[in-house]
Nanobody, 124 residues
Framework: QVRLVESGGGLVQAGASLRLSCTASGRTFSRYAMAWFRQAPGKEREFVAGIVWNNGNTYYADSVKGRFTISRDNAKNTVYLQMNSLKPEDTAIYYC?????????????????WGQGTQVTVSS
């Protein structure tokens, strides 16, 4: 059974930084893609960033390019999301997700496994 546990959310002011962590367990993830999604109140869940575990290729939503960085630590089975220059519109619950890598990383419905989410609130 795959388990994803997120941590690192919080309340910060605009312009600050946060780093989210997602620790995965339950199987070998070399064939997987991992991603971060977010969901703001009243909005649909949206893709933020993704990484292919075996080759490290990364993908980002246009809204976070240049500000957010996704990375992984193979030894710790952990994926990180470094968020810099945070804006109030980044406020959301952030979810870690995993799927066997096959094609696009952007679609919510393609992911089999989800964490419980961590709240990020950015004040102006």
């Amino acid at each position: 059974q795959v388990r994803l546990v997120e941590s690192g959310g919080g309340l910060v002011q605009a312009g600050a930084s946060l780093r989210l962590s997602c620790t995965a367990s339950g199987r070998t993830f070399s064939r997987y893609a991992m991603a971060w999604f977010r969901q703001a109140p009243g909005k649909e869940r949206e893709f933020v960033a993704g990484i292919v575990w075996n080759n490290g290729n990364t993908y980002y939503a246009d809204s976070v390019k240049g500000r957010f960085t996704i990375s992984r630590d193979n030894a710790k089975n952990t994926v990180y999301l470094q968020m810099n220059s945070l804006k109030p519109e980044d406020t959301a619950i952030y979810y870690c997700a995993a799927r066997v890598y096959s094609g696009s990383l952007y679609q919510v419905g393609e992911y089999n496994y989800w964490g419980q989410g961590t709240q990020v609130t950015v004040s102006s």
